[in-house]
């Protein structure tokens, strides 16, 4: 799920549609903490599908975030 900052360039780029498949419980701005695509101020609107592969995009990005922290990890020592 994007970010805020995503979430307003996808806007800005005027993207007709989003899918993504992982929600971001902590910063996703488009439905989880925010939804900057539900934004009725905004002149552009976004349709948006989530879930697709969802536990496939979840476990993608754990692996991916563990694997940093295990490099950054063994770059401090």
């Given at each position: 799920?994007p970010?805020?900052?995503?979430?307003?360039?996808?806007?800005?780029?005027?993207?007709?549609?989003?899918?993504?498949?992982?929600s971001?419980?902590?910063?996703?701005?488009?439905?989880?903490?925010?939804?900057?695509?539900?934004?009725?101020?905004?002149?552009h609107?976004?349709?948006?599908?989530?879930?697709?592969?969802?536990?496939?995009?979840g476990?993608?990005?754990?692996?991916?975030?563990?694997?940093?922290?295990?490099?950054?990890?063994?770059?401090?020592?």
């Amino acid at each position: 799920e994007p970010c805020a900052m995503c979430a307003g360039a996808i806007q800005h780029a005027r993207i007709a549609k989003l899918v993504y498949g992982a929600s971001d419980q902590k910063t996703g701005a488009c439905g989880s903490v925010v939804n900057l695509m539900a934004e009725q101020k905004l002149n552009h609107h976004t349709t948006v599908a989530s879930g697709l592969l969802a536990d496939e995009c979840g476990m993608m990005l754990s692996n991916f975030f563990s694997e940093r922290r295990k490099l950054a990890k063994l770059q401090r020592q």
